[in-house]
Nanobody, 125 residues
Framework: QVQLVESGGGLVQAGGSLRLSCAAS????????MGWFRQAPGKEREFVAS????????FYADSVKGRFTISRDNAKNTLYLQMNSLKPEDTAAHYC??????????????????WGQGTQVTVSS
């Protein structure tokens, strides 16, 4: 079955960096648009970034543009999110997701078919 397993979360001070990874199995990774979402306690799930099947196209939420970079390695079936200049408001559980259809720039969770279990990112002030 399809599995998406996130790792790399943790506790970091404001201004610091983290790199999240998402290891995919059970699907043909290179045929899926991939995305990152996050959800803080008491808040709705929020789009963070997405990347096209080949990795040539990327799309970001305004709140992370210029600070976060999404990338993928199709040979390793792995998705990444490099997070720099972290802020306390970035604190949330971060999830990777895979979409078989839909444009990579949609920014909506409805197009995603599979989700990981999440990894917690906590940014202290």
């Amino acid at each position: 079955q399809v599995q998406l397993v996130e790792s790399g979360g943790g506790l970091v001070q404001a201004g610091g960096s983290l790199r999240l990874s998402c290891a995919a199995s059970g699907l043909t990774f290179s045929t899926y648009t991939m995305g990152w979402f996050r959800q803080a306690p008491g808040k709705e799930r929020e789009f963070v970034a997405s990347i096209s099947r080949t990795g040539t196209g990327t799309f970001y939420a305004d709140s992370v543009k210029g600070r976060f970079t999404i990338s993928r390695d199709n040979a390793k079936n792995t998705l990444y999110l490099q997070m720099n200049s972290l802020k306390p408001e970035d604190t949330a559980a971060h999830y990777c997701a895979a979409a078989a259809r839909g444009p990579y720039y949609s920014g909506t969770y409805q197009i995603y078919d599979y989700w990981g279990q999440g990894t917690q990112v906590t940014v202290s002030s």
